[in-house]
């Protein structure tokens, strides 16, 4: 028998830096993995916007979904 060692791979850790607003009601920060897993789940609204620190307006989180899923 040979005893084989499994070293755990790193897990990168994604800071959340991302808001959302909806009717003028905002909630964040958020990573981006959370914000692809609402729009998978369906749960983001069409018309929410998005911002992260360095931009200069709020702009569609349409811009974050991944190519080629639905809306």
């Known amino acids: 028998r040979v005893r084989v060692r499994v070293r755990p791979q790193p897990v990168a850790v994604e800071t959340p830096t991302l808001f959302l607003s909806l009717d003028g009601a905002q909630s ?4 981006l993995l959370q914000i692809e897993q ?7 609204a ?13 702009r569609s ?10 809306g």
Do not use: I, N, S
Request: charged share 15%; proline share 9%.
């Open 61 to 70: 989180a349409d811009e974050l979904r991944q190519p080629g899923w639905g």
């Open 46 to 58: 069409p018309g929410t916007w998005y911002w992260q620190q360095g931009m200069e307006e709020w």
């Open 28 to 31: 964040g920060p958020y990573t």
């Open 38 to 44: 609402m729009f998978a789940a369906g749960t983001l």
